[in-house]
């Protein structure tokens, strides 16, 4: 296969063949640099060599009564992590200067639950207001993601000044049912399509390594191209203690990097981001920024990440370059 006709394809935004998509992600190791290769001139034409760096914060932990199988905070998971209810304002806020502080343009709040009440849209709403009047901290793009959502709540979100939403489709449909029972992949493209007619972006990506075939990743990668998805983080399952899914084959650092630049080809106008469990990676690591223009920064939702004044260094040693917000650029955020 000639990776770079598949980066001619995307840079024509013309679809992949389900062929084509599989040629990647069953391309020997031998094959990996022309991959990435070919995914950095679709990544380049699109965001250049900047690197978008993201801050979570786990805004209410460990208490959700879903069984995802990959999850430390589900109700089947036995894995040791802090159990708190929403978080109080100031810490929100807090951590939303540690992001600036960071470097970080994208603050995601997340919460453990299947969903999001009123009163948590509502408690989120006045930290958002809080973030959004505070001039070192209002260029922050605000992602929040809540679990399920209904069209109402998506709608209250966008009042409160929200731009993007995350909802993971994590694996493909057939898939899904062997990795959570309490709620539907059905339901999970509900939430995104009420996410988008409420007016506000999508983040929507996956996990690789939980016993998914290459069929079930290219039904992923398919139906996030169908849906249109704005952001897409690629996780690769972290292996927990007590989490039901640790005990998935582990997931080599060339085939994470192939499902990255897959998502690049199948989706190139997307920000693709190298999200939890890209640490794994090793002496690879770096490659992510060939498919992904964006980066989490100082830890996960229940595991740690890398500090941020590392990722830079990593970033300036690669080639690539940070990305400040429009504002601190000099340029009219509006
Ligand atoms: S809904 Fe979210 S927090 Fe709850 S178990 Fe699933 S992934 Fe974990």
Redesign the pocket.
């Known amino acids: 296969m000639d990776f770079q006709t598949l980066a001619d394809k995307a840079l024509r935004d013309e679809p992949l063949t389900r062929d084509e998509a599989r040629a990647v992600l069953c391309a020997p190791d031998d094959e990996l640099d022309a991959i990435l290769d070919a995914a950095l001139r679709v990544r380049e034409q699109h965001y250049g060599r900047r690197v978008k760096l993201c801050l979570l914060l786990n805004a209410q932990s460990g208490i959700?009564?879903?069984?995802?199988g990959?999850?430390?905070?589900?109700?089947i998971?036995t894995a040791p992590v802090q159990k708190y209810r929403l978080l109080p304002q100031e810490k929100i806020v807090e951590r939303a200067r540690a992001a600036v502080d960071a470097g970080a343009t994208r603050f995601c709040m997340?919460?453990?639950?299947?969903g999001a009440t009123n009163r948590d849209i509502e408690h989120l709403g006045e930290a958002i207001a809080e973030i959004r009047d505070d001039p070192k901290l209002c260029h922050l793009e605000i992602c929040t993601?809540l679990?399920?959502l209904d069209a109402q709540k998506c709608r209250d979100l966008k009042a409160a000044g929200v731009d993007y939403v995350n909802h993971?489709l994590?694996t493909g449909e057939q898939h899904y049912p062997k990795i959570?029972s309490?709620?539907t992949y059905a339901d999970r493209l509900e939430t995104l399509r009420n996410v988008q007619s409420a007016g506000l972006h999508t983040c929507a990506g996956g996990i690789v390594g939980m016993g998914e075939s290459i069929d079930d990743l290219l039904d992923m990668a398919f139906q996030l191209r169908a849906m249109e998805i704005e952001s897409i983080p690629i996780n690769v399952l972290i292996r927990i203690k007590g989490v039901p899914l640790q005990i998935a084959q582990p997931t080599s650092a060339a085939h994470a990097l192939r499902v990255m630049s897959l998502m690049r080809f199948t989706n190139p106008r997307a920000e693709v981001r190298a999200a939890a469990g890209r640490e794994r990676l090793g002496e690879l690591q770096s490659k992510v920024l060939w498919p992904a223009n964006s980066l989490f920064v100082d830890g996960y939702?229940t595991t740690a990440g890398e500090h941020h004044t590392d990722v830079q260094k990593w970033i300036e040693a690669a080639g690539f370059e940070v990305e400040v917000a429009k504002q601190e650029a000099g340029v009219s955020a509006s």
């Open positions: 959700c009564p879903e069984d995802c990959y999850c430390s905070q589900s109700k998971s997340a919460i453990a639950a299947r993601s679990g399920l993971n994590n959570c309490t709620h939702l």
